[in-house]
């Protein structure tokens, strides 16, 4: 694979995503030409499984130590880690030049890019997404945070990266569980998109060996390009960025009802089929789509403990996101034949018919 760089454009900051092979060698020599002073959160399991390329990438061999790891979980995706980062590079003299290159999935590069985001009022940052969701969504875009209260993703800034670097063999040491995790956020461009890319999603499934990995490379790329071009249409999430959020409403009561067993991804898959079950409800969606869009979902395995959600407990939940307001919700929903609809309000019953008709799928 040659390195393929995609170009990201907000009204903030213009920067190029990269994928490539390896694992960090070309943004050593990124960091080397640019000259930056840089200091690394690097996430403790591609700390253990990459730890020779990592110790290049920081200096550790030649004796500079800037380097902080941390063990990533949505209970640690707290203000207290970005206590620790903020006096991390504080304790180490990071000052405005000062760049965070960050390296790990996504509850790290939402922290870290949080914490890099407000230390002296923002420093740069780079981020080195490690899993596949990282890669393909939460490592582009600038939407950077931590869980408050309870509530996911509850504080944070919009604060676009310096660059994002992903070396296609870091993914090569990602458990199955965080593969299936990372198809949740593809699955969910597939319904984004249009009906080409839907069935090319659909048919990476079925491949195998080589033509699945070549295939999978591309795919990745055109993930980041829709959410690149969306992200360019709408930085501050005030109009089609909330079509992003697919899924994403259901996924996060799910997330706090099983509090936070479910991965991300797989709540985000289980989310989508609510939400298509949702548009069935309102009459936007025929069961015939609904069917085959699910197909894609149920490439993904559910926990047990999916079948078992109650309805009413995810309705408060979803009552209490962020993206909520005077107790109203609103969901990105499926239409026939047209794009998916965003800010569409719905009433609890008419939830809870949606999210009883999607259990079984979970069983
Ligand atoms: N900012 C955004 O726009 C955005 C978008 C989507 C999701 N998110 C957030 O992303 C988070 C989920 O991210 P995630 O799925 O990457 O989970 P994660 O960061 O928890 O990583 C998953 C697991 O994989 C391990 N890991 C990471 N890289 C590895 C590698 N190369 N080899 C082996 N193990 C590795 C981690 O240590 C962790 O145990 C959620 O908190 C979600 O809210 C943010």
């Known amino acids: 694979m040659t390195m393929i760089s995609i170009p990201v454009e907000t009204r903030s900051a213009s920067y190029q995503v990269h994928l ?9 020599s990124y960091l080397e030409e640019k000259g930056f002073r840089a200091f690394f959160l690097v996430d403790a399991q591609v700390y253990r499984y990459h730890t020779d390329g990592v110790h290049d990438l920081t200096g550790f061999n030649k004796g500079v130590f800037r380097t902080l790891i941390m063990k990533p979980s949505e209970k640690m995706k707290t203000m207290a880690s ?17 760049v965070l290159v960050i390296i790990g999935g996504g509850i790290i590069g939402d922290i870290g890019s949080f914490a890099a985001s407000v230390y002296m009022r923002g420093i740069r940052f780079i981020q080195v997404p490690t899993t596949l969701l990282s890669v393909i969504d939460s490592s582009v875009g600038g939407k950077t945070g931590v869980n408050f209260g309870g509530r996911k993703n509850f504080i944070g800034t919009f604060t676009q990266p310096e660059s994002v670097w992903s070396g296609r063999s870091l993914l090569m040491t990602l458990p ?3 593969w299936e995790s990372g198809y949740g956020e593809m699955v969910k461009y597939a319904f984004l998109y249009d009906r080409q890319f839907f069935e090319r999603v659909a048919g990476f499934f079925r491949l195998k060996g080589s033509a699945r990995q070549e295939e999978l490379n ?8 829709i959410k690149a071009r969306i992200v360019a249409a709408d930085e501050t999430e005030t109009g089609p960025r909330k079509l992003l959020n697919l899924g994403h409403t259901f996924a996060h009561a799910i997330e706090s009802a099983t509090s936070f067993k479910v991965k991300h991804g797989v709540a985000v898959s289980a989310g989508l089929i609510c939400a298509a079950e949702l548009s069935v409800v309102r009459g936007m969606l025929s069961r015939k789509t609904a069917d085959e869009y699910i197909s894609l979902c149920r490439e993904i ?11 009413a407990e995810l309705w408060k939940l979803m009552q209490s996101d962020k993206k909520s ?21 719905v009433n609890e019953k008419i939830v809870s018919q949606a999210i009883k008709n999607s259990l079984h799928w979970f069983e």
């Open 20 to 28: 490539h092979e390896g694992a960090f060698e070309p943004l050593t």
């Open 82 to 98: 970005v206590n620790r980062i903020l006096s991390f590079l504080q304790d180490h003299g990071a000052d405005r030049k000062s």
């Open 176 to 178: 199955r569980a965080e």
């Open 218 to 225: 591309s795919i990745m790329a055109e993930c980041i390009a």
């Open 301 to 311: 395995s559910f926990p047990k403990l999916l079948s078992l959600i109650d309805p």
């Open 325 to 345: 307001s005077n107790g109203e919700v609103r969901f990105v929903l499926l239409r026939e034949g047209e794009p998916p609809a965003y800010d569409i309000p």
